[in-house]
């Protein structure tokens, strides 16, 4: 089967290291625009247009970080991997909060990071295609897609990157059980215990947006996932 070549963005400043990696990433039949400036990565984003982004955390003049943010800000659904020397909790839940799929510690081994380019790869092309509409209406509320918005006549509440995309997603498999490990790769690239906790924040603070509606609920399939039913 003929497989396209995936272009990678991949923003590393240590040359000797993304020169490595680069090459095997080459290797494996991958395009790979490597930049070394995190000031400079946007305009190679625009450029190149990559199927994935493997960002470097620590970087001179803008941080991987930064430069997630932007990339979130005019593409929601690339891919995002970050590479980090730091272990630190806040660091990790801070990349998956700005809308990375997946980060990698270093050191870390070539077959490694490409396992999980291809995971998160995969998981973007088998994601759903985005609703066309604008906005949808979940019983008492609306639900603006593009502004992460959810109001009702008593309130307007402003949901976060992850937020929005989890009601999305329940949305567009509404009154359907949809299973817990999907969720986990389609939003967080892989279905880890850090992940898995994660998730089960997010599923509670959903459903404190939407008791005002008891039509609308979360219900959960213990050892299988949810289904949202929407009246």
């Not at 909790?89 to 050191?107: A, C, H, M, Q």
């Not at 490409?114 to 998981?123: E, H, K, S, T, Y």
Request: glycine share 6%; hydrophobic share 40%.
């Amino acid at each position: 089967m003929h497989m396209k070549s995936e272009k990678v963005l991949y923003v590393e400043d240590e040359l000797f290291l993304g020169k490595i990696v680069k090459e095997s990433l080459e290797s494996r039949g991958f395009q790979v625009t490597m930049e070394g400036d995190g000031a400079r990565a946007l305009d190679q984003f625009k450029k190149v247009n990559p199927d994935i982004c493997v960002l470097d955390i620590m970087l001179p003049h803008k941080d991987g970080f930064a430069i997630a943010d932007e990339i979130r800000a005019i593409n929601e659904t690339v891919p995002i991997i970050f590479l980090t020397a730091k272990v630190q909790t806040e660091d990790v839940v801070k990349g998956f909060s700005l809308g990375g799929n997946d980060y990698i510690r270093k050191p870390f081994s070539m077959e490694e990071l490409i396992v999980r380019i291809q995971n998160a790869l995969r998981n973007s092309s088998d994601a759903p295609p985005p609703p066309l509409a604008e906005s949808v209406v979940l019983g008492k509320f609306t639900f603006h897609l593009k502004r992460q918005l959810l109001h009702s006549k008593q309130e307007e509440k402003k949901l976060s990157y992850r937020e929005s995309e989890l009601l999305k997603l329940l949305y567009e498999n509404r009154d359907k059980i949809i299973d817990r490990k999907e969720i986990l790769n389609l939003l967080w690239g892989n279905d880890s215990f850090f992940n898995s906790r994660n998730l089960d924040v997010y599923i509670t603070k959903l459903r404190g947006y939407l008791k005002e509606d008891p039509s609308l609920e979360i219900i959960t399939i213990k050892g299988i996932g949810y289904r949202f039913v929407t009246g």
